[in-house]
């Protein structure tokens, strides 16, 4: 079937380079953010949260950076693997209800 | 667990043909959603459950209803289903937590394509 990473923005990154994924949102309401990674032919998992009230949150070879002022949200990748390779998604709350608001995403290419 | 569980994974209609799509939880999670992708698209929120006994439209809601049979299970149906529709199905499942996460859970996905 058609990859849902067709005609999306693509990130080209050697393998071992730090990646940066960028994101923007619109909603100067929301207060929560979250990352998810999907693979071709899988559902989105979870990569990382933040709430507004934090800038910078760390996981395992993950950090997620929030600028409230520019409405700007970024992922970096650490040491980019080729099992990092996938489409990820920024998503938004605004606290009012559980919904969430994705963005259209961004396709990650680890070059071997 | 088996987290969200969703069929079938692949079906295809002709044009006026009906068909309900399953979701079930084991999570014990009050909300559920159903989302469609489309390729260059994100996740566009078709309905949701906030709990048990309650639904509404999310913002491409026209061509579907939905049911929440119980706490566990969210189906999704297409009464005549268009061209349009193809596109690949999700659902997810969600319990917003005292920490104020509301991270999402996702089934693997139903690949619809309507001829």
């Keep these: 079937g058609e990859s849902v990473g067709l005609h999306l923005p693509t990130l080209s990154v050697q393998e071992g380079d730090n990646s940066i994924i960028n994101c923007a949102y619109s909603n100067s309401a929301s207060d929560y953010f979250i990352w998810y990674k999907q693979e071709s032919g899988k559902g989105p998992q979870f990569i990382i949260d933040i709430r507004s009230n934090m800038d910078k949150r760390q996981g395992q070879r993950v950090t997620v950076l929030l600028n409230k002022t520019v409405k700007h949200l970024s992922l970096q990748i650490a040491a980019t693997q080729p099992g ?8 938004e709350n605004t606290g009012a209800n559980s919904k969430l608001t994705f963005g259209k995403g961004i396709t990650l290419s680890v070059r071997p | 667990n088996a987290g969200v569980t969703q069929t079938p994974k692949f079906q295809v209609l002709k044009t006026g043909q009906s068909m309900t799509l399953q979701c079930a939880q084991d999570m014990n999670h009050n909300s559920m959603y159903w989302y469609r992708q489309d390729p260059g698209m994100g996740l566009r929120l078709i309905y949701y459950s906030a709990s048990e ?12 209803n939905v049911s929440r049979l119980n706490k566990r299970e969210f189906s999704l149906r297409l009464e005549s289903a268009a061209p ?6 999700f659902c997810a499942s969600s319990e917003a937590r005292t920490s104020g996460s509301y991270e999402q859970y996702f089934g693997p996905g139903t690949r619809l394509t309507v001829t």
Aim: net charge negative; glycine share 12%.
């Design chain 2, 53 to 64: 006994g309650t639904t509404d439209k999310g913002e491409v809601p026209n061509g579907y």
């Design chain 2, 84 to 89: 349009s529709q193809t596109s690949v199905y």
């Design chain 1, 84 to 91: 990092d390779s996938a489409v990820y998604f920024c998503a």
